[in-house]
Structure formats: C-alpha cells, structure tokens
C-alpha cells in the first residue's frame, strides 16, 4: 500500500478516536452535570439539620412509647383495682343486704311473737282495770281507814305507840281526818274497854267550854253516852278532858296529860 492510504488510515483513526473522545467528554460532562444538579436536588429536599431533627424526633416517640406504655401499665393498675374494689363492694353490700334481711325477719317473728301474746285491746282493758281499781281503793280507804279496827258497826283507832296531851291527840286523829273517839253506847263502850292495853286513853269528851257540861268533841253537842267510873267526873284540880280504862269506865283527867288516845273513823264524810 501507498504511503498516501497509510496516512488517510491513520487520519481516520484519529478521526475516530477524536469522536470518541468527544463522546466520552460529553458523557462525563453529562454525568458530572447529572451528579451536580442531583446534589442540588437532594440538598434542597433534605434539610440541614435533618439528622437533629430525625434524631429528636426518634427520641420523642420512644419517650411517647415509654409514656404510653406506663398509660397503659397505670391504666391495667387502675382496672384491677377497680375489680377488687367493685368485688368488695358487691361482697359488702351483699353482707349488709343479708344482716338487714335477718334483722328484719328477727323483727317480724318479734313483732308476731308480742302480737299473740299481748291482747289487741290491751291499753282499753288495762284503762278498765286502773279505773276499777281506784274505784275499789277509794271505797276502801273511805270505809276502811289504815290502822283501824271495827268494832261493832264503827271503825276506831286505838293508839299503843304515841303519847299526846287531849288537844294533841285530838289533833292527830284530825290529821287522819278523822276525830277522838266519843262513844255512842254501853255495848260499845264494853267492845271498847275489852281491847285497851295500856290505860288510861284520851277520847273526845270535854268540859272544856262550860263546867260539867261534857260535850262530844266533834259534834259540839252534848255527849251521847257518859258512863261514869265510881266518883268521876269530880273535876279534882280542875279536870276537864275524858280517859278510859280498861278496868274503869269515864273519868275526868288533866288535859295536859301525855296519854295514848282512840279515834273514831268519820266513815259517812
Ligand atoms: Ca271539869
Ligand atoms: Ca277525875
């Protein structure tokens, strides 16, 4: 070959490795640029202090999941103690529930129990009684005084424990509402006479007003009966109150005296 087409050969090589060189630039260039501009890109997508923030917020969501987790751990505490607590609830109420029913079934059978046996009319029928029973007490208190015994058809007191002078004798059968004896006849007088113990005794005959004019003390009118012991009334020193004995009948004594004395009940008042 000439040295003419050695040297358009070599030409076109270079030729040709020329334009590969260029293609090879420009793909270089196009990567370089690619790269460049993808840079850009991503720095503008990506903020600066994305790993901070990335960090902090990794940071704030597992403090979340912590706190979330003590919430739910908190919340089971506060279910299951509410549980006990309802349990316990329900166990005591349902023990007052059965106290309050045993409590009232004990009242009911009380309440039956005293229903039988104390009579519905209970409070009519005992008013009754009380009545009667007042009523009786009063008829017999009126009719038959304390202390006192019958004798014949009347009622007397017979003193055997205090002494008083006539007038406070007299006095005290008052204070019984009652008065000193006066003795309406002989059979009395014996009756009388019979039971005496410790002579001689007060009754209520004076002469106090008018001398030798005995007179029953109660009534103020002449006495009804004088049965006089031997000698008597013989007003010795001035003797104006009445005793008797057992043994003797009427005798004048000093007033003053410090005698036992007998009482007629006043039944008729
Ligand atoms: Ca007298
Ligand atoms: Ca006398």
């Not at 960090?55 to 969501?61: G, V």
């Not at 009395?188 to 209520?204: Q, S, V």
Request: net charge negative; glycine share 4%; aromatic share 10%.
């Amino acid at each position: 070959m000439g040295l003419g087409n050695r040297k358009l050969k070599e030409a076109a090589k270079l030729d040709w490795l020329e334009s590969r060189q260029a293609i090879l630039q420009n793909a270089q260039f196009r990567i370089e640029a690619s790269l460049f501009y993808n840079n850009l890109t991503w720095n503008k997508l990506i903020p600066e202090d994305f790993k901070d923030r990335w960090n902090n917020a990794e940071s704030i969501l597992d403090n979340l999941e912590a706190g979330q987790s003590s919430i739910e751990k908190y919340l089971e505490t506060y279910r299951s103690n509410f549980e006990k607590l309802q349990k316990n609830t329900e166990i005591q109420l349902s023990e007052v529930q059965n106290t309050s029913l045993r409590v009232e079934e004990s009242f009911e059978t009380k309440t039956l129990y005293w229903q039988k046996i104390i009579p519905q009319d209970l409070t009519g029928r005992l008013t009754r009684i009380e009545s009667q029973v007042k009523e009786t007490l009063s008829k017999v208190t009126k009719q038959i005084p304390p202390n006192f015994v019958k004798i014949g058809t009347r009622y007397f007191y017979i003193d055997k424990s205090i002494k008083h002078n006539w007038f406070g004798a007299s006095h005290f059968c008052r204070r019984l509402g009652d008065d000193l004896a006066t003795i309406e006849n002989e059979q009395e007088l014996n009756d009388i006479r019979a039971r005496l113990t410790r002579d001689p005794y007060w009754i209520g005959i004076n002469d106090l007003d008018k001398e030798n004019e005995f007179i029953a003390a109660p009534t103020g009118k002449r006495a009804p009966l004088l049965k006089w012991a031997p000698g008597e009334p013989n007003n010795d020193n001035n003797q104006d109150c009445v005793t008797l004995k057992s043994y003797q009948n009427m005798d004048d004594n000093w007033c003053t005296r410090e005698l036992y004395f007998i009482c007629q009940a006043n039944t008729n008042n």
